[in-house]
């Protein structure tokens, strides 16, 4: 009798968590669950040289458990290269809830979710993310202090999106300068994809500059909002990557730069919020350099919410917080000039520098 052979696919279900392609050597993986409140979540602990792992928690209704499992693998490596690009003291985590958030979030789920987090003894901070609000990390503090982006009135900093939000604004005028020669976005035609709490504040920074804003969005009702408060078009096709634009700023979810999209997409630039903006790094930033596409590294543009929560944990104030963010234009701009000198992606370039720091703290901790 002949063993059976596996397919990729279930050898991929074999090896659950070490096999899966987005595992990047990280220290722990928590699994969570809890029938009494319906909880169901994934802890990611990526790396802890620089200090403990913050990131933020996402609930999505995801397809499949395998899904969620390759999401917060992918986030938590993306905020250590974060954070060490950043300058940060800290490592590399994130944590997902499997389910809707508009029906399924409860306040017992939310603090069971903060009993796990409370376990790992402040090795893993958590945060705001999508399908969260201020008020949930309120309800984790109740249980746990590893938590920030709690209100300002109990002692936070507050939401994080309007700073991620003007990070993002600094890297995309960075991109622009090094582009077009000028940072003014001043007649510019941006397409912002995904209006949340972070894209709508990326609108209003780019319509105050004069640019022109085109926006899309799942959600008919949020697009109808912000285009009347803001004056932008609203995108109502199905192919939105084969439209005219200056500047693409892909602010939702990630790997929105894959094999259908990497090679049609009509931009001069990419400059967006969303986490993993490539779905392959190395394939598709490949491409994206080819084609002459400036590519802003989005976990480095996209870093102004984990500083600002991050002012929770070291006890700077707003003006620190507004100078920390500025610093990712001159980053941006060091990065994408770097990435043309040495003839490699924008993405190997800031990837190159978050290693390195990570690598110099390691070997001083031996």
Sequence with gaps: MTADILTPQELKKAAP???QLSFSDHEQIVFCNDKDTGLKAIIGIHNTVLGPALGGTRMWNYVTEWDALNDVLRLSRGMSFKSAITGLNLGGGKAVIIGD???QKTPELMKRFGEFVHSLGGKYITAEDVGMETADMDLVREVTPYVTGISKSKGGAGNPSPVTAYGVFMGMKAASKYTFGSEHLEGR???VQGIGHVGEVLVEYITNEGGK???SDINEARLEEVSKKYGAEIYRGDDVYSIPMDIYAPC????TINDHTAHKLQARIIAGA???QLADEKIHGAILQQRGIVYAPDFLINAGGIINVYAELENYGREEIICKTEN?????LEILEKAHTTSVTTHEAALKIALERIE???NENK
């Excluded at 939702?252 to 790997?255: D, F, M, T, Y």
């Excluded at 990712?328 to 941006?332: A, C, E, G, P, R």
Aim: proline letters at 0%; charged letters at 15%; hydrophobic letters at 50%.
């Design 252 to 255: 939702a979810l990630g790997a």
């Design 189 to 191: 035609t941006v397409l």
């Design 360 to 362: 110099v703290r390691k």
């Design 274 to 276: 969303a986490n993993n």
């Design 213 to 215: 804003v085109i926006i």
């Design 328 to 332: 990712i234009y001159d980053t941006t």
């Design 17 to 19: 968590v070490f096999g």
């Design 101 to 103: 958030a508009k029906t």
